[in-house]
């Protein structure tokens, strides 16, 4: 089944000591998406990008970034964790609207990150 | 930016009775998508509505767009329709925002 995978499902790291999370698809869509969902909160999203192209929203701080080597392949890397920082990251995909008559978006099952 | 609210935040069913949830957001969208979101924090897809409306089920979902808002209908709740839903809207291209989300605890 084509789906979205994100491994780790729970990271714990050190407060400070960079961590990578990654998200791999097999759906063979354009747009890959992070969001970050603290607890008893809705997701929120991070930053996405359309093909190659990396889309941050204005508000994402400088402290995570994203790497997108290949269609089915996207990183989010946290260089300083802190410990508001500890949250479920989900990684969504979607084809865009260019390519397709519509846009739905399909999530992977979540890291849950823990800040120690 | 847009906003996107849901109502009601939380909602206590009698497992067998219906319900309706609301997504109002406050400006145009492309694209609409409803969510369950299970214990375990996988997101599943229940509907992507635009606009009109679909069934699947015991659910169903109506948006108009003309008016900004969407409808989720659970009809004949069970307990494992428990947890929280979600709407999303995408306002811009490849840009989702989530409403604040409904939690839902359907008591056997």
């Known amino acids: 089944d084509a789906m979205v995978i994100q491994n780790p499902r729970y990271q714990v790291t050190q407060f400070g000591k960079p961590v990578t999370l990654s998200c791999s698809q097999t759906l063979n869509h354009n747009v890959m998406y992070w969001y970050q969902q603290k607890s008893s909160q809705a997701p929120k999203l991070l930053f996405h990008y359309y093909d190659k192209d990396f889309n941050n929203e204005a508000d994402t701080p400088d402290n995570f970034q994203s790497r997108r080597p290949n269609t089915s392949f996207c990183f989010l890397d946290i260089r300083s964790p802190g410990l508001g920082d500890a949250a479920m990251y989900l990684c969504a995909t979607s084809r865009d609207r260019e390519n397709a008559s519509y846009n739905e978006q399909f999530f992977g099952p979540g890291t849950r990150l823990t800040v120690l | 930016g847009i906003q996107v609210e849901q109502s009601p935040p939380d909602l206590i069913l009698q497992e067998g009775a219906n319900s309706t949830l609301r997504c109002n957001f406050s400006d145009s969208v492309n694209n609409l998508q409803w969510f369950h979101q299970n214990p375990w924090g996988q997101l599943i897809n229940l509907f992507y509505?635009?606009?009109g409306t679909k069934q699947n089920g015991r659910l169903s979902a109506t948006t108009v767009a003309t008016e900004r808002y969407s409808l989720l209908y659970i009809s004949s709740s069970q307990t494992t329709d428990s947890g929280v839903y979600f709407c999303a809207v995408e306002p811009d291209f490849n840009k989702f925002y989530f409403g604040s989300g409904t939690k839902l605890n359907v008591k056997p």
């Open positions: 509505i635009p606009s």
